[in-house]
T-cell receptor, first 111, second 116 residues
Framework: KAGVTQTPRYLIKTRGQQVTLSCSPI?????VSWYQQTPGQGLQFLFE???????NKGNFPGRFSGRQFSNSRSEMNVSTLELGDSALYLC??????????FGPGTRLTVL | AQKITQTQPGMFVQEKEAVTLDCTYD???????LFWYKQPSSGEMIFLIY??????QNATEGRYSLNFQKARKSANLVISASQLGDSAMYFC?????????????FGTGTRLTIIP
């Protein structure tokens, strides 16, 4: 079975721009979660989608949004990018509540 | 208050020795899950082991075992016979399984370096 895939792997944007990251979960997994990892704040939960509905949300501003499609693929969007949004964005999918399978991440650099 | 505390920012261990990575957690929920993930320099988070709060026996997965002490709210990871490939960041995480809150909360991680 193919693992979680994330595209693109690397991204460079400038302040004020917006960005969309994509995540394809493991086949059959209906839950997709997103995390932001930075050296200063560590790993922080962004949101979780299950069957196209946002089920949980972390403490991030409204500039961060996401959605999930009927095939469980998920996208995350960040509008009006700030320098502090530079991070590794990790997507994870799960079938049960015991394990989240992570993708390789998208490394976003905001200049 | 920190929900997950990893007090060892870095550890150096001789190859083939066993290593214990510390993790304490804080929750008032009765139902929760504890996880350990490994993150090599490539960035991908690799699942290692899971312990449910109602599991009476310590979880084991190959060379990995979880020393679960519920009363002390401790969930230490033990790696037996360490290998050079074990060098990575290790994160302890908790999932509090109450309604509407099933996110993973991570600790700050421990950087493990295996010395040949």
């Amino acid at each position: 079975k193919a693992g979680v895939t994330q595209t693109p792997r690397y991204l460079i944007k400038t302040r004020g721009q917006q960005v969309t990251l994509s995540c394809s979960p493991i086949s059959g997994h209906r839950s997709v979660s997103w995390y932001q990892q930075t050296p200063g704040q560590g790993l922080q939960f962004l949101f979780e989608y299950f069957s196209e509905t946002q089920r949980n949300k972390g403490n991030f501003p409204g500039r961060f949004s996401g959605r999930q499609f009927s095939n469980s693929r998920s996208e995350m969007n960040v509008s009006t990018l700030e320098l502090g949004d530079s991070a590794l964005y990790l997507c994870a999918s799960s079938l049960d509540r015991e394990r989240q399978n992570f993708g390789p991440g998208t490394r976003l650099t905001v200049l | 208050a920190q929900k997950i505390t990893q007090t060892q920012p870095g550890m150096f261990v001789q190859e083939k020795e066993a290593v214990t990575l510390d993790c304490t957690y804080d929750t008032s929920d009765q139902s929760y899950g504890l996880f350990w993930y490994k993150q090599p320099s490539s960035g991908e988070m690799i699942f290692l082991i899971y312990q449910g709060s109602y599991d009476e026996q310590n979880a084991t997965e190959g060379r990995y075992s979880l020393n679960f002490q519920k009363a002390r709210k401790s969930a230490n990871l033990v790696i037996s016979a360490s290998q050079l490939g074990d060098s990575a960041m290790y994160f302890c995480a908790m999932r509090e399984i109450n309604f509407g809150n099933e996110k993973l909360t991570f600790g700050t991680g421990t950087r493990l370096t295996i010395i040949p």
